[in-house]
C-alpha cells in the first residue's frame, strides 16, 4: 500500500540553526584562546544572584578546547534530527531545553563553583528525540528512539555522581527537561503517516447512504445513540 506523499526533504535550516549555535560556541571560544580571558564567571553559580545570569551563557561557555570539542559533534547531530524530524516546534524544544536545565541546575545543583557547558542541552536534545518516539507510538520516530540510544546510550552514566569534574546535575536535569518536553509537544509537530486505503475509507464513509438504507432507518423506532575547581558539562 503507498503511503500518502510527505514533504519529508532535508532544507537547509534543519542544519542552519544547530551551525549558527556552535559558530557562536566556537567564537567564544577562540576568543578566550587569543585574548587568554576567561568567561567563566559568567557560568551558572546556583542559588547566587549573579549566578543567574549563567542560565543564558552559561551553555556558551566551555572550559576548554577539548571540552567543547567533545560536545561539537553530538550536538550537531541532535540538533540537526530534531530540526529534522519535529521542524514544526524544534525552535520552542530548543528554547524550552535550554530554560528549564539552566532553572533548574540555578536552584538544585552545588553550589561550590560554575557549572558551564552545553551537555546539558546535549542531554535535553538525546531524550527529547527518545521519549518522543516513544510518546507518538510512530514507528519512523521510535526508529529514531532506537538510534539515539544505540549511539548515546552510554550518556545514561553521566546522569549519575560518579566522576568529580563535571556537572552531572546539568546532565539530570536537562534530561528531565526533554522529557516533560517531550510530553508536553506529545501532540504537536510530526503526525503518523496516512495511508491511500485510509483515505478511500474516509471518502466511503462520507458519501450519502443508498435509498434502501434510509427506508430501513425511518422503519425503526430505536433512537440513535452516539459513541502529553569549574563543574563542566
Not at 570539542?69 to 520552542?92: T, V
Not at 432507518?217 to 452516539?226: K, M
Amino acid at each position: 500500500m503507498a503511503e500518502v506523499e510527505e514533504d519529508r526533504n532535508i532544507q537547509f535550516v534543519d542544519i542552519l540553526f544547530p551551525l549558527l549555535f556552535l559558530t557562536l560556541l566556537w567564537a567564544i571560544r577562540y576568543y578566550e584562546s587569543y585574548t587568554d580571558f576567561s568567561f567563566v564567571r559568567y557560568g551558572l553559580l546556583p542559588r547566587t544572584l549573579i549566578g543567574l545570569q549563567g542560565i543564558l551563557f552559561g551553555p556558551l561557555i566551555h572550559a576548554d578546547t577539548n571540552h567543547l570539542i567533545s560536545n561539537s559533534l553530538p550536538l550537531f547531530i541532535m540538533g540537526s534530527a530534531m530540526f529534522y524530524f519535529y521542524r514544526q516546534i524544534a525552535f520552542k524544544v530548543f528554547f524550552l531545553v535550554y530554560i528549564l536545565t539552566g532553572i533548574w541546575v540555578w536552584l538544585g545543583a552545588r553550589s561550590s563553583a560554575y557549572h558551564i557547558g552545553a551537555s546539558g542541552i546535549l542531554y535535553g536534545f538525546v531524550c527529547f528525540l527518545f521519549y518522543s518516539g516513544i510518546f507518538r507510538k510512530d514507528k519512523r520516530l521510535l526508529a529514531v528512539s532506537l538510534l539515539v540510544v544505540f549511539i548515546y546510550g552510554g550518556m545514561v552514566w553521566g546522569i549519575l555522581p560518579i566522576k568529580s569534574g563535571f556537572s552531572w546535575e546539568s546532565h539530570l536535569y536537562g534530561s528531565i527537561a526533554g522529557l516533560i518536553v517531550a510530553y508536553f509537544y506529545r501532540n504537536e509537530g510530526p503526525r503518523p503517516p496516512k495511508y491511500e486505503w485510509e483515505e478511500e475509507e474516509e471518502v466511503d464513509s462520507s458519501l450519502p447512504k443508498s435509498p434502501n438504507d434510509s427506508n430501513t432507518n425511518l422503519s425503526t423506532n430505536v433512537p440513535d445513540f452516539g459513541d502529553t575547581e569549574n563543574k563542566v558539562t
